[in-house]
């Protein structure tokens, strides 16, 4: 199978879209590229008292619209083309559900799964240290990603606000709701995707209490699996997948006792009442809707044609490559892209920046009535994107979010 570098596939992406715009050289030029990349290593002192030494990121790939904004990954693998396209992708995402941010990605290499709490806490205290004066509620805003939580959020706003000696709540988003967090944040990913769902059974007929499927059991997709029923009146879920397995219940699973299961084992093995399957079947069942919730590229033009589900709605970020969009696209699949998909987490990120701004919080139901206003708004106007350029979903959704930051840099005249 070919590899696949995703800063390279988000460039591709770019690139259409540009060419489709008519947009000049250096307008593309400088939307293909991070504004600002900057390269940390951070010495840490671990609990056995020697000193280790992390490698760290901090990218910011456009903030013509506004201060850059996304999350902060822990990984052991993490590479700055990682970083790089990831924080391209969260420009478009802020740009397609009109939020007035741009587009940012951190991370640090190592393994969280091997460090103590301490460690933890030292590693993300380090962090801030390096990019603090890059970072600000005006000029970019970090949050939770892999392997990072609520608390780390918790510990870098904590050193964020030590080294500047003042109150700045909003510097973080996706905190815990004691220190300026906000209602409706831990769903908020699910929830739009499952609102953008919703969209898309009414526009093409589609029973949304029907059967669907998840590859990829973590927060994104257990919070899915529970809004799907609960927000589209039913549903079965009939195949599930995690990073050690795959289960198939033609009947439907219980979904809070395999959400329960899950939380209580750490994976849905050995779940009673179900078939295991190989990971790569959830992909091609013949389901109502697909959620890809796990890695990128997960669907290429190798296994395309084996996707079967009506509705394929991207909670991960890149898991369709450019060649497998084609193919899904002319196969009649109606595709609803990541950046539309999973904008919730950041939409309702901007809702909690806005709020502390104003020391001033909303309830959770006006937080949900918000994401759903954005939400149903985004979708169809990539929906009259791809009546207009007779283009695919992702195309259609890159031509709106490229076409309104290439507007902010000409306004601001940068090109």
Not at 82 to 101: C, E, G, Y
Not at 344 to 364: A, I, K, L
Not at 374 to 402: C, F, N
């Amino acid at each position: 199978m070919e590899s696949y570098n995703s800063f390279n596939v988000t460039q591709q992406q770019v690139s259409e879209a540009a060419r489709i715009l008519k947009l000049d050289q250096a307008t593309t030029e400088l939307l293909l590229w991070p504004q600002r990349e900057y390269k940390f290593v951070l010495p840490v002192r671990m609990d056995n008292g020697k000193v280790n030494v992390f490698h760290a990121y901090r990218i910011q790939h456009n903030y013509a619209r506004g201060p850059a904004k996304g999350g902060i990954r822990f990984h052991p693998d993490e590479t700055v083309d990682t970083i790089r396209a990831l924080a391209s992708w969260m420009t478009w995402k802020t740009a397609v559900v009109d939020l007035p941010l741009g587009g940012g990605k951190g991370g640090v290499c190592c393994d969280p799964k091997i460090l103590s709490e301490y460690e933890l806490e030292s590693i993300s205290r380090a962090y801030v240290r390096a990019v603090a004066h890059l970072i600000g509620i005006d000029k970019d805003v970090p949050a939770p990603d892999v392997y990072t939580n609520p608390q780390t959020m918790a510990w870098m706003m904590d050193e964020y606000e030590t080294i500047m000696n003042r109150h700045h709540p909003g510097v973080m988003t996706d905190k815990p709701q004691q220190i300026g967090g906000t209602e409706g944040r831990r769903d908020a990913t699910a929830r739009g995707g499952v609102i953008a769902v919703r969209e898309a059974c009414r526009l093409h007929d589609v029973d949304p209490a029907g059967t669907f499927a998840i590859q990829g059991f973590g927060n994104a997709g257990q919070r899915a699996a529970l809004l799907h029923q609960e927000l589209l009146g039913g549903g079965r879920l009939v195949a599930v997948s995690d990073s050690r397995g795959a289960l198939y219940n033609p009947d439907g699973f219980n979904v809070k006792d395999l959400v329960t299961h899950k939380l209580r084992t750490g994976t849905i093995s050995d779940f009673p009442d179900a078939k295991s399957i190989k990971q790569s079947e959830v992909l091609a069942l013949d389901v109502d809707v697909l959620y890809p919730a796990a890695l990128e590229n997960s669907i290429t033009e190798d296994n395309a044609n084996n996707v079967q589900a009506r509705i394929v709605c991207e909670l991960a970020n890149g898991p369709t490559t450019p060649g497998a969009d084609r193919v899904l696209h002319k196969k009649g699949v109606h595709v609803i892209p990541d950046i539309l998909a999973s904008a919730g987490g950041v939409t309702v990120s901007y809702f909690e920046m806005v709020q502390d701004s104003y020391s001033f919080f909303w309830t959770e139901e006006s937080i949900h009535e918000h994401l759903d206003s954005k939400i149903t708004k985004a979708y169809h106007t990539v929906q009259d994107s791809i009546k207009e350029k007779q283009v695919h979903p992702r195309l259609a959704a890159m031509l709106v979010g490229v076409a309104r930051v290439a507007e902010a840099c000409k306004l601001r005249g940068w090109v």
